[in-house]
Each structure stands twice: as C-alpha cells, then as structure tokens.
C-alpha cells in the first residue's frame, strides 16, 4: 500500500494491537457498510457517525445500530464481535435530498422490541423524530428553519427523560426541545432568562406553549459538540472558540470552564463516574479537567492531527485496595465504574454526590479513555493514580504509568511558578505536580482569580515578547527533552507562536484556564496506530468490543482480548 512520497510502512494499516489486556483484534466479518461495501467519496460530506441502542428483547440479538453516511441512513441488528447482518438487508433505510444527515441519538429510555425513537440532525438545520422499527417518520422540527438555519452540530435526549432532546448548531446556538409541543409558523421571540461570561439563556415568548423551550448562546462561533454527565445533572460543551464550558442544565449556572492550548474544541466526554471531562481538538491534544477543581490535570500527546472523538472506557478499569489516600468515593462508585455502559439510564443515583462520602474503604483507581483523530490514528490513553492524586507521599507504591511528568520541582519550590517580572496577578489556581493538594480550596473564588488575572495581567502577558518565552523555556529544555516525549522545546514554541497569532493567549495561556505545555503533567498513548485510510469519525467503547468508523463509511469491530468467537451467521 506505497503511496507516492512515503514508505510502505508509513501507511499500514493495523490490523491488530496489544496492551497490558491482551490483544484487540479487527475483525472483518463484523464490519458494517453501505450494501455496496464501496468506498464513500467523503470529500465535502458530513462526518460519519454511528449510534448504539439495545432494544431490552429477550433473543440476545437486541442491539441495533444507524449510521450515516453521505445522504444515507442506515438502521441495521449489530452483532458486535460475530458475523455482521447481511447488509443488502438493513431493517430500515433513507435517502435525503437537498440536505444530509449530520448526527443522531437514539432514547434508550423509550426503546422497545416493536418501537425506537432516533433523532437525526442535518446540515440545513432540520431535526426529524423517527421510527426506524415501525418505519414512520414522527415529526419534523426547525422544518422551515425559523429556529436556526445552521447545520446541527450534536443533537442528544436529555438523560431520563421521554420527550425532552437538545439540538447544538454550527451559529453557536443549542435549543431545548419536546418531542410533544409544535414549532410555531413563525420565527419564535425570546425573552432573557439568565446571562453570564460568554452566554445567554433565553426563554420562548408566546402565547401557548412551543418549540423551543429555551434557546442558548454559547461562546463564539460552533457549538461543536456537548455531553451529559453521567448523573445527568450537568452540560459540558465545546466550542470553536476553544473554550470547554460546563454548565448545571438545571440551573443554567456556569460550573467551570477551560480553554485549548490552541484553536477550536471538537470532542468531549466524561468520565463514567462524573469527576473528569476529557476535551479533544485543533490542538491535536487531548486534555484532562477536573470537575471538582476546575482545572487542566494533564495533557495527552499523541495524534498528529485534530482529534475529533474522545471516549472513555467503562470497562477497563482497575482497581486496587492501596494505604490511605486523599479520595473520597465509595465501593460503589467503582462498581458502578467497571459495570456501567449501556444501561446508564437504570443508575439514576447521583455519583457526583458521592463524592463526599467519608465511609469509604480508600482504593486505587486506573481510568482508560481513548481518542481518534483526522490523522487516521486510534490512540489510548490511561488516567493513573500519579496524575490524580500528586500529593501522596512518595512511600506510596505507584503503578508504573506511561506519563511525562513535565517538571516535578520539590514541594515549597517555586520552580513551576508562571510568574513574569514585577508582574502582580494572583497565582493561577494548584498545579498538580507543584502544590499541596489542599490549596485547590483556591477553587471556590476561582472565577474572581481568573477575572483578576486577566485584568491585571493582560498589559503583563502582552509586553512577554516571543523571545522572552524563548528563554523562560530555554531553562527547563534540560527538563523537558528528558520528559515530554514527542513535543520539543522547538514544536512548543511554535504552539504558542500560533497561539498568538489565534487567540491573543495574553488573556489565557498561563492562567488556570490555559496552563503552559510544562506545568501540567504530559500524557504518553499507551498505543497510537493507524486504523483507517480516511480520517476517523467513531469511538464507541462496548462490552465485548471496540467500534471505530471512518469518513469512507465503514464501521469497524475491534474484539476486546479474549472475546473472538467464530463466525456464525
């Protein structure tokens, strides 16, 4: 497979890899495509996207997967690691006109043998409630664009609920529909309901009540994506802007916010118990935030290209008993942890307020996530002990972990510090290889340091000149060619040379918002291989099996170690 310009190994493709589980295997016979198995010709088309439900039947054949591809849809039984559906034979299938299919979600509240209910996004700004099972077609909403002329950009049922969805759109606008209430004949009026930095709530004004409930305005330009938290109580959303935002869905308060170390946010999730948000990018990092800090804990290197999905992995995860520690969760949340997937609608119990449970016997915990970009490459990344809890003492025996721990000068040193001359801003809020844990008290009057910061720092940052930063990173070169893997003193000062020329990072980087490459911890991949010819678009984490799609239109099944099993129809 030599192309022109590059070596046969430069462009192989994996078909198999290994970590400390064992070994993942693609299986072909599972694969999933359009019936012609041809390659889609992707150019100026919508991602590829895929979506998951188990119908809760009794034949052990109840999960049914939709992806779109082109102008297509296609509703299919999935088989996960045995021998894919006959794909001349999908249980429902469309062909759109005019616009295409961008996103979709299925309620798994509501899903049934005989019924399911998917929303499908488009590019022109319409959303569509259908039945792929009874094959009907429900409702339309936006149908005249009056609501938003833009392409959905995410659309998802709002956790436990029948009829409530939250559609996101490219004008950087999300709407909160229900299913039962009309989009009115004309263009809706808004009254204000809640505003604060950088967003706007409004509520639908007329006389009976419709579509739709309320409309947001979130940062600037896309709203690229958005996720529930696990309890459902809490909205993290990423923009072009590159700003994470995390919200309280119920209050419309603003919870915590992070900004990319470069250019727009594309992907975020959380993970299984609440307490992290994984965000991906134009930055070509993943970067790890903490809910309860509100702030970056680490970044991920690997990927040489965007990173369009970040997805963690609820079943790999481990979990150890270990000396007292700083943690506060239960047995339970670790259960939930191991155990939890696509049944997250029955765990309706609060996991974000177990975190002050003081009864609890003290454990390590591992977190895996994983990450697919446009330079075709899956990596997977594990979040350890050594990155969450920095503050242990160093008697604790640690899990070896694939980290690059920037710098680690010794407690009371100020040899991490950001600091520039005769510069007063207030300290950005505790880096984790620099300060006692208990300083994230600091957390609390976070959005008062940042404002500070920002307002006496930016004629500061402003006067810091290329140069300067040049000889700041000069001094830790010694450091960090030992530590940060593929990122050289070289390729970080040309991040932030584009950081200038971007966003202004006077107002941002170094802040607790946008910390420098070297004052968080780096992330090495576990592994990082190239899986597709055309960039990837899918990241599912399932049971028995991994699923990744790319912008040709074929769905790939990766059997977990030890769970290939021969080909049955």
């Given amino acids: 497979m030599a192309t022109e310009g590059g070596g046969k190994e430069m462009n192989e493709i994996k078909t198999q ?29 919508n991602p590829v996207r895929v979506s998951f439900v188990n119908l809760n039947d009794q034949s052990g054949n109840g999960d049914r997967l939709c992806f779109n591809v082109g102008r297509e849809l296609y509703f299919y039984i999935y088989k996960g690691v045995r021998k894919a559906a006959d794909l001349s034979k ?19 509240l509501t899903a049934t043998a005989e019924s399911v209910s998917l929303l499908v996004g488009f590019s022109a700004g319409q959303v569509q409630l259908i039945d792929p099972i009874k094959k009907e077609t429900s409702k339309l909403f936006n149908e005249e664009r009056l609501i938003d002329k833009s392409r959905v950009t995410c ?24 299913v039962e209430h009309t989009c009115g004949t004309t263009a809706p009026h808004y009254q204000l309901l809640k505003q604060g930095e950088s967003f706007a709530v409004h509520t639908c004004k007329s006389k009976s009540t419709r579509n739709p409930l309320l409309k947001w305005t979130v940062g600037e330009g896309a709203l690229n994506e958005f996720a529930f938290s696990p309890d459902g109580k809490f909205l993290a959303c990423v923009s072009q802007d590159g700003f994470l935002r995390v919200f309280n869905f119920d209050s419309v308060e603003l919870h915590g916010t992070m900004k990319s170390y470069f250019g727009g946010l594309l992907c975020v999730c959380w993970s299984p118990d609440g307490k992290y ?13 903490s809910f309860l800090d509100c702030r970056v804990i680490a970044r991920g290197h ?30 339970e949340d670790f259960q939930d ?69 920037a710098t680690s000068p010794p407690a009371g040193s100020n040899g991490n510090s950001v600091t520039t001359p005769g510069n007063s801003v207030p300290p950005p809020l505790p880096r984790s290889n620099s300060l006692p844990h208990s300083a994230v008290s600091n957390a609390g009057s976070k959005s008062s340091v940042m404002d500070g910061a920002i307002a006496s720092g930016v004629s500061k940052f402003a006067t810091l000149s290329l140069h300067d930063r040049k000889e700041r990173h000069h001094e830790k070169d010694h450091k960090r060619n030992h530590s940060m893997g593929h990122i050289s003193s070289k390729s970080s000062d040309k991040l932030n040379l584009v950081t200038k020329a971007k966003t202004d990072p006077a107002k941002t980087l170094g802040t607790s918002l946008c910390p420098r490459m070297e004052d968080v911890p780096l992330l090495e991949p576990l592994i990082c291989k190239k899986i597709a010819h055309e960039r990837l678009t899918v990241l599912v984490f399932l049971e028995d099996c991994i699923v990744t799609a790319c912008q040709e239109g074929f769905i790939c099944t990766w059997a977990r170690p030890g769970k290939v099993v021969s080909f049955n129809p």
């Fill in 337 to 405: 942890l191991l155990h939890f997937g696509r049944d997250r609608a029955n765990s309706t119990q609060s996991r974000l307020s177990k975190r002050n449970s003081t009864d609890s016997r003290p454990v390590s915990v591992t977190y895996r996530f994983g990450s697919v970009g446009q330079d075709t490459q899956l990596c997977l990344w594990d979040l350890t002990e050594d990155i969450l809890f920095p503050h242990q003492p160093l008697s604790r025996a640690r899990t070896h972990t694939n980290v690059m721990n």
């Fill in 155 to 178: 659309v998802k049922w709002v956790p436990g609920s029948e009829s409530l969805f939250l559609v996101a759109h490219s004008s950087g606008n999300m709407y909160l529909y229900n």
């Fill in 17 to 45: 890899f290994t970590t400390r589980e064992g070994l993942y295997k693609l299986l072909p016979h599972s694969e999933y495509s359009r019936p012609n198995r041809v390659p889609f010709n992707s150019q100026g088309s």
């Fill in 277 to 289: 948000i994984v965000t991906g990018g134009e930055d070509d990092l993943v970067t790890v935030w």
């Fill in 302 to 331: 690997g990927h040489k290209s965007w990173v369009s999905v970040v997805a963690f992995d609820p079943y790999t995860t481990s979990v150890e008993e270990s000396d007292p520690m700083e943690f506060s969760g239960s047995d």
């Fill in 90 to 108: 999908p249980i429902d299938k469309r062909i759109y006109k005019g616009t295409q299919p961008t996103c979709h979600d299925f309620n798994h």
